[in-house]
């Protein structure tokens, strides 16, 4: 067998589909796992046959490379990726490529990125998005790191990633250092965000509606043939559908507590970091959180009483209002995300394809969906754009979805059925429409106990003045201000 074409380090289910993925695209593949029985187990079983060269050392892997070297780590983030970089440096020659396909942090990506560089090598932090079936079938992929390598991973890449139906592909160069990772990681934020909406929906027409799993199965079904058509809404359709061997539906049994990976909690801390107003993706998790404390919300259910009103209108109306609040808190999840990202370039100095990000979001991963082609439309209308909100398709999109989004909102209140995502997305809407808001009498207070200045309407931005609103406080201010 000739050298392979590229190495993958980890054989978890990620790796394999990843591998099995490439090969089945006419490349050599080398692999190589900690546990060297696993390799066998591999090479042996789902790579029987095929051009997946096992190796039992690091050393054995990298003799099996053609150059430029290509090493792809699928293992757990963290001290793992540290760990496995250490072990694979000393046997590569300056050029080599060692590239990164886990869900690691940002910082960490840019951090390697240097130190590979150091070394003389090149380095790839790459987002990977779709899940098992997308590792096997085509996911959704988020390169970063050193420009330089980009020429030798781009053909591997670009032919194992998930196309659009026009067949482009859903992968193309982030940018510098820690772009690709910082991507993947808005990319699980509105993730987060667009899963807890999808099940404040469902809360709203089972409990507020009263509808049965059929009845939101078929709404599902419906939906994902509209503007809402994704890939959550496609399996949430079949989630509603789905029973067990003993006939009873899968999702009533099971428990209401959510888990997380941290990638969203990366994305709230990264916008506080940058002062983003990530409303609704902050809220999808705490919504986590609050639901992790099951034990505690079950004592506070005997306890705290709360309205006991029923649905009063017509139902398939109000499905109908769901379904226009979800798609416009949708709009303000991305708008929020791409804010991030802006921001994010701004200050790393990256130079971020927004309409080319939507692309590569299009298939393959998680956040597929019909929608996405509509925001590459309006980044290349207007690169520059400050805010999807203020995009024509998305300005009539919300003029005709407010109404509804307002009734949702009000009736959720009036039934008391949190739907925090979906309130917080009109929120972040109302607050981002006006004109002033009452951060004038925060600053007041703010003044007022800290002597931490203001600026006045009636003079130019960026002077500075303070209030002795006591007459005991002195006419010092304080000497820094901070937005």
Request: hydrophobic share 40%; glycine share 10%; aromatic share 10%.
């Amino acid at each position: 067998m000739s050298k392979a074409d590229i190495a993958v380090v980890g054989l978890a289910v990620m790796g394999e589909n990843l591998i099995l993925n490439m090969e089945s695209k006419g490349f050599t593949v080398a692999c190589f796992n900690r546990t060297v029985s696993k390799v066998d187990d591999f090479v042996n079983g789902r790579a029987k046959g095929k051009n997946i060269i096992g190796c039992k050392s690091i050393e054995e892997l990298v003799a099996n490379l053609k150059r430029p070297r290509k090493v792809m780590l699928m293992v757990k983030a963290g001290t793992a990726v540290d760990e496995f970089i250490d072990l694979i440096l000393p046997h590569l020659e300056n050029g080599d490529i060692i590239i990164d396909g886990g869900n690691s942090h940002f910082p960490d990506t840019t951090r390697r990125t240097q130190y590979v560089e150091s070394k003389g090598k090149l380095y790839i932090g790459t987002g990977v998005s779709g899940g098992e079936e997308g590792a096997l079938m085509g996911p959704s992929i988020m390169p970063g790191g050193s420009t330089a390598a980009w020429t030798y991973v781009k053909p591997i890449f670009q032919k194992i990633c998930a196309k659009t139906d026009k067949g482009e592909p859903c992968c193309d160069w982030v940018g510098e250092n820690g772009a690709g990772h910082f991507v993947k990681m808005v990319h699980n934020g509105i993730e987060y965000g667009d899963m807890q909406m999808i099940c404040e929906t469902y809360q709203m027409m089972r409990q507020g509606l009263g509808m049965t799993n059929v009845q939101m199965h078929e709404v599902f079904a419906d939906w994902n043939k509209g503007e809402l058509g994704s890939y959550l809404i496609e399996i949430t359709r079949d989630i509603l559908g789905y029973k067990d061997e003993t006939g009873h539906y899968t999702v009533d049994t099971i428990l209401d507590t959510a888990g997380q990976k941290g990638t969203g909690k990366w994305t709230v801390l990264a916008a506080l970091d940058s002062g983003q107003p990530l409303t609704l993706i902050a809220e999808a998790v705490f919504a986590r959180c609050l639901s992790a404390i099951k034990e505690e919300r079950v004592a506070a259910a005997k306890v705290l009483n709360g309205p006991k009103e029923k649905f009063l209108g017509d139902k398939a109306t109000f499905v109908n209002d769901l379904r226009q609040a979800l798609y416009a808190s949708k709009i303000v999840s991305y708008a929020q995300g791409y804010q991030l990202m802006r921001a994010a370039a701004a200050e790393y100095k990256w130079n971020l394809n927004y309409g080319g990000i939507a692309l590569m979001w299009r298939g393959g991963c998680i956040i597929r969906s019909v929608f996405l082609g509509k925001i590459k439309d309006a980044f290349d209308h207007n690169p520059n754009l400050n805010n999807l909100l203020l995009d024509p398709f998305f300005k009539e999109a919300f003029e005709k979805a407010q109404s509804s989004w307002r009734r949702v909102v009000t009736e959720a209140i009036r039934m008391g059925i949190a739907i925090p995502a979906i309130s917080a997305a009109l929120s972040y809407f109302d607050g981002y429409r006006s004109a002033i808001l009452p951060a004038n009498l925060l600053q007041a207070q703010r003044d007022y106990f800290g002597a931490h200045t203001y600026e006045r309407t009636d003079k130019p931005r960026g002077q500075f003045f303070h209030t002795n609103w006591t007459g005991r406080g002195g006419n010092t201010a304080a000497s820094t201000y901070s937005v």
